[in-house]
């Protein structure tokens, strides 16, 4: 008997694809698109009628299963062998997951690994995480996140990289990779068998929800969506990732599930992107709600007919797309351009050769010494130290503790949202990390309550105050009014201060917290993030100095909620910044600055910046910036050189400045190194309303240092000639 042609790997993948798709029945094409949850015995016939493509979320504590039930690679065979020997053309399925900071080995959350600003480290994270998800039988991560968020009220902030798009995408690019493990960018024809595809979402302007609400409207205007929240994923797809997440929201009335100018237009069209795009959950149906669709089937229409290939848990394409072809309502070409984006992945990931996993492969491929290895350097980079009046590091010998807070000796709660595989018992508490490095003797006194903490810290040295968000107070659906520490936690500080001894306080959190008060009553300030299984130790590697911290906001801290949002990268307004004038954009009750700034982290060292020098050759369209960096401490550090552009007069008012360059630069106490940054033509323009680049002659400024404020600058031009000039060389 011979093989069908789809079955023989000695075939290209697209003489593949086209044999399998001649074979197809309009109900087998429209399976192929249909994705559903945690599939069981229930499911099992339309499995074997070929009416599912994909199954999410299997065997997940979200679906109500026992802990015996989430041994996923026996589960995820059993169903992909009804898939493969029962159905009629024996497509497998592909198994998708929430794997959004790590997998087993859960990684700090995404705004935690973009604190890091370490390329390297947030592709060593996912590929981490790659692996054990595959071993799983896991073939397809729901991540990374790309949405730039600019309001900390929206719960969604934690598993994004941030407000910056520069950062951001040069994290997005990094995390596509690490998932999937290709080195050319572009998707590979073959993953390799230890990766799984990505998917950049929540496609896009999802950040921009009114109010910082979750699932809430949106209006951005064109400029804003080409030049802030779809760089991310041009970053992304442009790194070669496979798939794409149509967002729940609507941007002025268009439903991103229906919103054929971006999902068609720019991200196929204009960026080339040939993997396939599929709904958020639900969202198809949604169309419903929205209000542009009067019912299921008008919904699959405007879905399909817009660019989403696959629809995440409505069965709207399913129930109604094979009709709709047949009544020659809807395009069959259309049809088949989607089935063929979703077997392209499913080729490429070798599903055909090898649709099953080894199931014992978890136990050899979960939580490697190496895997946690990496996890802590992560962790403990990204770690910010927002004030030290030089009660850290502490001195680990001889030393009485105090630990108090809600989040002192919890497990789950260092997780952070979305952690599905991560096991409570595998974590290490704050309590444990400190009891564990202070030996034998402990000299550790924990309280729960505040009173006898209050009253027994002065029989202590130093006072550590665990407090911040829990897990489930960010992520999706956790969206809050206010950005102040919940109920409570500053009380506790400030009874605290009264005792007279030092106050450290280590935040944990999702999101940017309201931590003035704190910062007036405290004597340093650690804000960890939800920092994952590492959890307490990564902290204590700061706390007592094993790791100088070198984490860098990757987002704006206010000072209050009323100022949300408050981004570093706005525009000018024709009133800036007060100036001691009145009449300017401003509060008549609060200083209009952030509490801390976009790229702003101490360190147990310090650093200088200066020597800035700019140059140009009249031959190349590009400046040359160089800085000097030195440790001016006492101890070996790391600093995070950052380089800012502003484009002073364009036709369109651009930004007070932009990143467009950054490093991590490690020194000895008392080194000196010169950095380097390239600017061309790339990190100069904007994009037009049509995301085309716009290269204006004109004035342009650039500086170098170590966060978002620095005045360390110089100034070059444009000519109308098209030459590049330094005006101002800077110092
Ligand atoms: C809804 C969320 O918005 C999305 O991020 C997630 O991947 C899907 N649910 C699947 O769990």
Redesign the pocket.
Known sequence: MTIPAYKNPALTVSERIEDLLGRMTLEEKAGQLNQWFNLGPEHYDMVRKGEIGSD??AGSPTAGNTPQERILARRNNEVQKIAVTESRLGIPLIFGR?VIHGYRTVAPIPLGMAAAWSPELVQAANTIAAKEARADGIHWA?SP?LDIARDPRWGRVAEGFGEDPYLAGKLAAAAVRGFQGNDQDAIPERFPADRVVACA??FVGYGAAEGGRDYNTTEITRQTLHNVYLATFKAAIQSGCGTV?SA?HDIGGIPLSAHRYLLTEVLKEQWGFGGFVVS??GAIGELINHGIAADARHAAELGCGAGVDMD?CSMVYLNNLPDLVQSGKFSEERLDDAVRRVLRIKFALGLFESPYVDPDASQTDHLLPESLAVMRRLTADSMVLLKNNGVLPLRSDHLTICLSGPLADRRKELFGCWTIDGRDEEVTTLKEAITGRLGAETWLHHYELVDDAVKLARASDVMILAIGESAGRSG?DNCTTTIDLPAGQEALVESARRMEIPIVAVVFGGRPLNLTRVMDWADAVLFAWHPGIIGGLGVTDVLFGDVNPSGRLPITFPRSTGQIPLYYNHRSTGRPLPRGSRRHSRYVDSLDSPLFPFGFGLSYTTFKYGNLGATADPQIPEIVVTAQVTNTGDRAGTTVAQCYVRDVVASVARPVRELKGFERVSLEAGQIKTILFRLGPKEVSYLDDNGHEILEPGRFQVWVGGDSNTDLGADFEITPDGRWVVIDKGE
């Open positions: 999410l979320l929430d729901f996140m979402k929540h997440m729940f958020d959950w995440m999706e």
